[in-house]
T-cell receptor, first 112, second 113 residues
């Protein structure tokens, strides 16, 4: 089954403790992205990647890192999480530019 | 500067009637527009898209209209069904800024039986 898989689905952590949210897709898509969804703010793009070893900042990259060492994986790294990073995070992949994105089920992160 | 706006946070319609969801954008470089539907506790799923070279695209009960001069697009759902109740996001991208997508805030549609 074609899918985007994020882990974990839920995470509660403390301020400053490094964490990684994994994202994997099995559709051989070139493009992958990370978004955060906050009430009243829609989906905001954090980082995106157009291919292996090619990443770029989205609209809200501060406090996040990403890597794309393999085509299928695009982990999101929070080196020192803060409470304002409490949010619902989505990973997405697309086969190419200007096509629909396939989203994961989301990761609800709480930083206390 | 919010480049994609959905000015109606919510919309309620009766089953069988038409639902019209609206989206405005400011960036004239946008050349591809999409609508996504999102149910609670799930990721968004693609619904329908339109390229800037077209002004209409239809897929079953869903039609998207694009008015480039007004920088406005709309999603029509006819007839509306209770299962259409969800949050709808409008999104836009431009080919020259490959990979970057901009989403609106979403409109919550409720279809009453």
């Amino acid at each position: 089954e074609a899918q985007v898989t994020q882990n974990p689905r839920y995470l509660i952590t403390v301020t400053g403790k490094k964490l990684t949210v994994t994202c994997s897709q099995n559709m051989n898509h070139e493009y992958m992205s990370w978004y955060r969804q906050d009430p009243g703010l829609g989906l905001r793009q954090i980082y995106y990647s157009m291919n292996v070893e090619v990443t770029d900042k989205g609209d809200v990259p501060e406090g996040y890192k990403v890597s794309r060492k393999e085509k299928r994986n695009f982990p999101l790294i929070l080196e020192s999480p803060s409470p304002n990073q409490t949010s619902l995070y989505f990973c997405a992949s697309s086969p190419r530019v200007n096509t629909e994105a396939f989203f994961g089920q989301g990761t609800r992160l709480t930083v206390v | 500067d919010q480049q994609v706006k959905q000015n109606s946070p919510s919309l309620s319609v009766q089953e069988g009637r038409i639902s019209i969801l609206n989206c405005d954008y400011t960036n004239s470089m946008f050349d591809y527009f999409l609508w996504y539907k999102k149910y609670p506790a799930e990721g968004p799923t693609f619904l329908i898209s339109i390229s800037s070279i077209k002004d209409k695209n239809e897929d079953g009960r869903f039609t998207v209209f694009l008015n480039k001069s007004a920088k406005h697009l709309s999603l029509h759902i006819v007839p509306s069904q209770p299962g259409d109740s969800a949050v709808y996001f409008c999104a836009a991208s431009d080919y020259t800024n490959a990979g970057k997508s901009t989403f609106g805030d979403g409109t919550t549609l409720t279809v009453k039986p």
